[in-house]
Nanobody
Framework: QVQLVESGGGAVQAGGSLRLSCAASGTLGSWYCMAL????????REWVARINSQGGTTYAD?????FTIAKDNGKNTLYLQMDSLKPEDAGMYYC???????????????????????WGQGTQVTVSS
């Protein structure tokens, strides 16, 4: 079992920055795929970025060049650095994870919210124009 706890959300003006954290506890193991998704009111949950246990990262086109996903293995914590924030970046941000051999499909399946086994409770991001 893996527990995920997000933090770092808040309210910023457009052009500002935030850093989200996702602390993982339990048995994450050596093989994993972790991602951040977001959901705005009235919209579906969409994938933002993912990272696999080899350090490979991919981003949604809408955040490429502005967001950076990284993992501190010593702290077992995932980070999402969000720069040049836009009002359309606002929403609830969720951390998700898959572990074990299933995680080897991270690149193919990592953008699919139904593929993930573990979810955090979310942290709210508000961006004012």
């Amino acid at each position: 079992q893996v527990q995920l706890v997000e933090s770092g959300g808040g309210a910023v003006q457009a052009g500002g920055s935030l850093r989200l954290s996702c602390a993982a506890s339990g048995t994450l193991g050596s093989w994993y795929c972790m991602a951040l998704f977001r959901q705005a009111p009235g919209k579906e949950r969409e994938w933002v970025a993912r990272i696999n246990s080899q350090g490979g990262t991919t981003y949604a086109d809408s955040v490429k060049g502005r967001f950076t996903i990284a993992k501190d293995n010593g702290k077992n914590t995932l980070y999402l650095q969000m720069d040049s924030l836009k009002p359309e970046d606002a929403g609830m941000y969720y951390c998700a994870a898959v572990t074990g051999f299933k995680s080897l499909r991270c690149l193919e399946n990592g953008g699919n919210r139904d593929w993930y086994d573990y979810w955090g409770q979310g942290t709210q991001v508000t961006v004012s124009s």
